[in-house]
C-alpha cells in the first residue's frame, strides 16, 4: 500500500542494506559538479558506485569527474558517454545502463547532498518487500547554496491516479530498492522512445502503476541549487505557479500526458490490474475534448496534490486543453 511518512529511523553506525549506484546526468556543470561530487563522497552510507553520464560537456566537466574517480576506490566512479537528447534522455540510457540487483539513486550535477541522505534512503527501503520508491522534501536554495525554503511535504496519498497528472517524487532525491529499479530498466526503452518530458514523473508513474511502496521523506535530504542554467528549477513560487498554469491551458501539458502515456502502454501489463484499467481509462478520457473529457477524469478520481491544481486540471480539460 503506498505511504507517506515521516521517517523516524533509527540508523546505526556502519549500516549497509546494499550497494547504491547512483546515476547522475552531467553536461556544462563544471561550476558547480565539484561540490556535489564531494558531498557524494562524505556520505555516511559508503556502499555505493556512480556513474556519470556525460551529454558532450565542453566545459571540463569530463576532466572533474575523472579527477575525482582518482581519489575514490577503483571502479567506484564511471563515467560514459551520453545520447547528448538532454537531461531526460540522459537519465533514462543511464537507467539502461545501470546493473542489476542493487538500489538505484538519481543526482543531479548542481545539489549538495547532506551526509545522511543515502543512509536514510537505504534504512527506508530496507524495510520493504515489494518494489518500493524512496523521495524527500529538499531545502531551495539560491546559486550560493545558500538556504532559502523548504519544498512542499505532500499530504494526499501517492498513487498512480495522482502520478498520471502531476509529479511529486523529486528525481534529485529518489532511491529505488532493486525491485523497483527492475521494473524502471525494463520500461527505459519505451519511454525513450516516447521522448517524455521528465524521467522522475516518468518514474513517479511506473512506480506507482505497479504498486510499488511510496515513501516520502519529510526531512530534506540535500540543497536544491536554484540557478539561471538550472535544467529544473522549483516550482513552488507565485511565479512558477503562473508558468506552470500558463503551459496547462496553452497545451504544452497535454503534450506531456499524451509522451507519458505512449511510454506506459508498452509496459501495461507490468502495472497492478487496476491500474492497467485506469491507464486505458485515463487514455479514453484524455482523447475526448471539452466538459466530457473533465467529467470522466473528475469520475475515475484523477487528483492533483491541491485542491487548486486539481480545479485547474479539469478546468484545463473542459476547454479542451489535453
Known amino acids: ?36 561530487l564531494n558531498s557524494i563522497a562524505r556520505q555516511s552510507y559508503t ?15 569530463v576532466d572533474l569527474v575523472a579527477r575525482f574517480s582518482a581519489t575514490q576506490r577503483p571502479d567506484q566512479v564511471m563515467q560514459i558517454a551520453g545520447p547528448r537528447r538532454g537531461a531526460t534522455q540522459n537519465f533514462l540510457h543511464l537507467i539502461e ?26 534504512a527506508a527501503l ?48 529518489s532511491v529505488f530498492n532493486p525491485a523497483a ?21 516518468w518514474a513517479y508513474q511506473v512506480t506507482t502503476g505497479i504498486g510499488a511502496t511510496m515513501i516520502h521523506d519529510a526531512k530534506p535530504a540535500l540543497l536544491y541549487r536554484q540557478h539561471s542554467n538550472a535544467e529544473m ?16 491551458f496553452a497545451g504544452e501539458y497535454g ?4 509522451a507519458n502515456c505512449a511510454a506506459l502502454t508498452p509496459i501495461a501489463h507490468l502495472l497492478t490490474t487496476e491500474n492497467q484499467l485506469l491507464l486505458k481509462r485515463f487514455i479514453a478520457a ?3 475534448r471539452g466538459p466530457v473529457a473533465a467529467a470522466k477524469l473528475r469520475r475515475m478520481g484523477i487528483y492533483r496534490q491541491t485542491k487548486v491544481g486539481t480545479a485547474a486540471l479539469f478546468s484545463a480539460a473542459a476547454l479542451g486543453r489535453l
Request: net charge negative; charged share 20%; aromatic share 8%.
Open 233 to 248: 528549477g522549483r516550482n513552488d513560487t507565485p511565479g512558477a505557479m503562473v508558468r506552470r498554469l500558463g503551459k496547462l
Open 255 to 258: 503534450g506531456w500526458l499524451a
Open 47 to 61: 556502499n555505493w558506485r556512480l556513474i556519470v553520464s556525460d551529454d558532450g560537456s565542453t566545459d571540463g566537466t
Open 97 to 122: 545502463q545501470a546493473p542489476d540487483g542493487v538500489m538505484l539513486a538519481f543526482a543531479d550535477q548542481d545539489d549538495e547532498w547532506f551526509p545522511d541522505k543515502l543512509a536514510r534512503a537505504a
Open 181 to 201: 529499479a527492475a521494473i524502471l530498466k525494463q520500461s527505459a526503452n519505451a519511454a525513450r522512445v516516447a521522448n517524455i518530458e521528465s524521467h522522475d514523473w
Open 1 to 36: 500500500m503506498p505511504t507517506t511518512t515521516a521517517l523516524d529511523l533509527d540508523i546505526p553506525p556502519g549500516f549497509d542494506a546494499g550497494e547504491i549506484v547512483i546515476l547522475l546526468a552531467s553536461y556544462n556543470g563544471a561550476r558547480h559538479i565539484e561540490t556535489q
Open 126 to 173: 530496507s524495510s520493504c518487500s515489494g518494489p518500493a520508491h524512496y523521495a524527500a522534501r529538499t531545502i531551495v536554495a539560491d546559486a550560493t547554496l545558500g538556504p532559502i525554503t523548504e519544498t512542499r511535504y505532500f499530504t494526499r496519498s501517492l498513487t498512480f491516479r495522482n502520478a498520471l497528472v502531476q509529479a511529486c517524487m523529486a528525481g534529485n532525491t
Open 286 to 288: 484524455v482523447e475526448h
